[in-house]
Protein backbone atom coordinates (compact mmCIF):
# COMPACT_ATOMS: atom_id res chain seq x y z
CA UNK A 1 0.00 0.00 0.00
CA UNK A 2 0.87 3.39 -0.95
CA UNK A 3 1.22 6.58 1.46
CA UNK A 4 -0.93 8.47 -0.45
CA UNK A 5 -3.76 5.66 -0.52
CA UNK A 6 -3.02 5.09 3.27
CA UNK A 7 -3.56 8.65 3.94
CA UNK A 8 -6.88 8.21 1.44
CA UNK A 9 -8.09 5.58 3.94
CA UNK A 10 -6.81 7.63 7.08
CA UNK A 11 -9.20 10.59 5.61
CA UNK A 12 -11.99 8.17 5.07
CA UNK A 13 -12.52 6.83 8.25
CA UNK A 14 -11.97 10.45 10.21
CA UNK A 15 -14.93 11.53 7.85
CA UNK A 16 -16.74 8.58 9.03
CA UNK A 17 -16.13 9.14 12.82
CA UNK A 18 -16.88 13.09 12.40
CA UNK A 19 -20.20 11.58 11.18
CA UNK A 20 -20.78 8.88 14.12
CA UNK A 21 -20.44 11.62 16.40
CA UNK A 22 -22.39 14.31 14.84
CA UNK A 23 -25.13 11.15 14.64
CA UNK A 24 -24.36 9.98 18.41
CA UNK A 25 -24.76 14.06 19.36
CA UNK A 26 -27.51 14.06 17.50
CA UNK A 27 -29.38 11.59 19.17
CA UNK A 28 -28.19 12.56 22.48
CA UNK A 29 -30.33 16.13 22.11
CA UNK A 30 -33.50 14.16 20.89
CA UNK A 31 -32.93 12.14 23.88
CA UNK A 32 -33.16 15.39 26.15
CA UNK A 33 -36.10 16.59 24.33
CA UNK A 34 -38.01 13.82 24.93
CA UNK A 35 -37.32 13.48 28.65
CA UNK A 36 -38.19 17.41 29.15
CA UNK A 37 -41.33 17.09 27.63
CA UNK A 38 -42.29 14.05 28.58
CA UNK A 39 -44.80 15.55 31.09
CA UNK A 40 -46.35 17.28 27.79
CA UNK A 41 -46.54 13.55 26.45
CA UNK A 42 -48.77 12.20 29.62
CA UNK A 43 -50.84 14.90 29.40
CA UNK A 44 -51.87 14.01 25.80
CA UNK A 45 -51.47 10.44 26.96
CA UNK A 46 -54.45 11.32 29.16
CA UNK A 47 -56.70 13.07 26.89
CA UNK A 48 -59.37 11.98 24.37
CA UNK A 49 -57.81 10.48 21.85
CA UNK A 50 -58.05 11.63 18.35
CA UNK A 51 -56.62 11.34 14.83
CA UNK A 52 -54.50 14.51 15.78
CA UNK A 53 -53.10 12.13 18.89
CA UNK A 54 -52.24 9.38 16.34
CA UNK A 55 -50.45 11.66 14.26
CA UNK A 56 -48.61 13.14 16.83
CA UNK A 57 -47.24 10.20 18.73
CA UNK A 58 -46.40 8.56 14.99
CA UNK A 59 -44.21 11.62 14.80
CA UNK A 60 -43.05 12.00 17.76
CA UNK A 61 -41.28 8.00 18.25
CA UNK A 62 -40.30 7.78 14.14
CA UNK A 63 -37.25 10.35 14.28
CA UNK A 64 -36.01 8.56 17.34
CA UNK A 65 -36.44 4.96 15.88
CA UNK A 66 -34.99 6.35 12.60
CA UNK A 67 -31.99 7.90 14.51
CA UNK A 68 -31.27 4.93 16.61
CA UNK A 69 -31.24 3.01 13.27
CA UNK A 70 -27.91 4.79 12.70
CA UNK A 71 -26.20 4.76 15.74
CA UNK A 72 -22.34 3.51 15.22
CA UNK A 73 -22.18 1.22 17.49
CA UNK A 74 -25.35 -0.77 16.17
CA UNK A 75 -24.24 -4.17 14.18
CA UNK A 76 -25.28 -3.73 10.74
CA UNK A 77 -26.04 -6.33 9.00
CA UNK A 78 -22.55 -8.23 6.82
CA UNK A 79 -24.69 -10.35 4.20
CA UNK A 80 -26.19 -8.71 1.30
CA UNK A 81 -29.92 -9.75 1.75
CA UNK A 82 -29.40 -8.50 5.43
CA UNK A 83 -28.12 -4.90 3.76
CA UNK A 84 -30.92 -4.83 1.85
CA UNK A 85 -33.85 -5.03 4.59
CA UNK A 86 -31.77 -3.03 6.79
CA UNK A 87 -31.30 0.07 4.45
CA UNK A 88 -34.86 -0.13 3.73
CA UNK A 89 -36.51 -0.37 6.59
CA UNK A 90 -34.16 2.58 7.98
CA UNK A 91 -34.93 4.91 4.70
CA UNK A 92 -38.91 3.94 4.44
CA UNK A 93 -38.71 5.10 8.27
CA UNK A 94 -37.04 7.75 7.48
CA UNK A 95 -39.15 9.21 4.34
CA UNK A 96 -42.27 7.80 6.16
CA UNK A 97 -41.27 10.88 8.63
CA UNK A 98 -42.42 13.11 5.05
CA UNK A 99 -45.92 11.13 5.92
CA UNK A 100 -46.26 12.13 8.80
CA UNK A 101 -45.79 15.45 8.38
CA UNK A 102 -47.82 15.73 5.72
CA UNK A 103 -50.87 14.27 7.63
CA UNK A 104 -49.95 16.64 10.81
CA UNK A 105 -50.37 19.36 7.98
CA UNK A 106 -53.61 18.30 6.57
CA UNK A 107 -55.18 17.89 9.96
CA UNK A 108 -53.51 21.42 11.52
CA UNK A 109 -54.85 23.92 8.28
CA UNK A 110 -58.03 22.23 7.44
CA UNK A 111 -60.92 20.53 9.30
CA UNK A 112 -62.96 19.98 6.45
CA UNK A 113 -61.79 16.67 4.44
CA UNK A 114 -61.99 17.50 1.43
CA UNK A 115 -59.34 20.13 1.64
CA UNK A 116 -57.42 18.25 3.92
CA UNK A 117 -56.84 15.01 1.52
CA UNK A 118 -56.37 17.64 -1.07
CA UNK A 119 -53.70 19.65 1.36
CA UNK A 120 -52.26 15.83 2.05
CA UNK A 121 -51.87 14.65 -1.28
CA UNK A 122 -49.85 17.74 -2.52
CA UNK A 123 -47.73 17.49 0.69
CA UNK A 124 -46.87 13.64 0.40
CA UNK A 125 -44.57 14.54 -2.86
CA UNK A 126 -40.68 14.23 -1.07
CA UNK A 127 -42.33 11.16 0.27
CA UNK A 128 -42.57 9.88 -3.58
CA UNK A 129 -39.92 11.75 -4.83
CA UNK A 130 -37.39 9.61 -2.14
CA UNK A 131 -39.29 6.21 -2.57
CA UNK A 132 -39.09 6.52 -7.30
CA UNK A 133 -34.68 7.41 -6.28
CA UNK A 134 -35.02 3.95 -4.30
CA UNK A 135 -35.21 2.44 -8.22
CA UNK A 136 -31.51 3.58 -8.79
CA UNK A 137 -29.99 2.57 -5.88
CA UNK A 138 -27.13 -0.10 -5.59
CA UNK A 139 -26.83 -1.51 -1.97
CA UNK A 140 -23.36 -3.21 -0.90
CA UNK A 141 -21.70 -4.90 2.07
CA UNK A 142 -18.35 -2.31 2.42
CA UNK A 143 -15.62 -4.52 4.85
CA UNK A 144 -14.38 -0.94 6.37
CA UNK A 145 -18.13 0.39 6.90
CA UNK A 146 -20.80 -2.03 6.32
CA UNK A 147 -24.05 -1.68 4.43
CA UNK A 148 -23.78 1.05 2.38
CA UNK A 149 -25.64 2.35 -0.92
CA UNK A 150 -25.15 4.25 -3.64
CA UNK A 151 -26.96 6.27 -6.05
CA UNK A 152 -27.32 6.17 -9.69
CA UNK A 153 -29.61 8.67 -10.73
CA UNK A 154 -29.76 9.32 -14.94
CA UNK A 155 -28.43 12.84 -15.35
CA UNK A 156 -31.26 13.40 -17.97
CA UNK A 157 -33.39 12.54 -15.13
CA UNK A 158 -31.80 14.84 -12.07
CA UNK A 159 -31.61 18.08 -14.88
CA UNK A 160 -35.81 18.21 -14.27
Not at 84 to 111: H, K, N, V
Not at 114 to 138: D, E, G, R
Amino acid sequence: MSSSSNAQMVDYISRLTIGDYCNMSTEALLVYYYIITLHHEVKCLKSPKNVGFYIFMTGRYIPLVVQLLNLPFWNAPSSLMGCQAYLLLGQTLEYSQDLIWAGLRAYGLCQKKTWSLCIFLFSISPFLVNLTALHWQTIYVNPNVGCTFSRNVPIELSKR
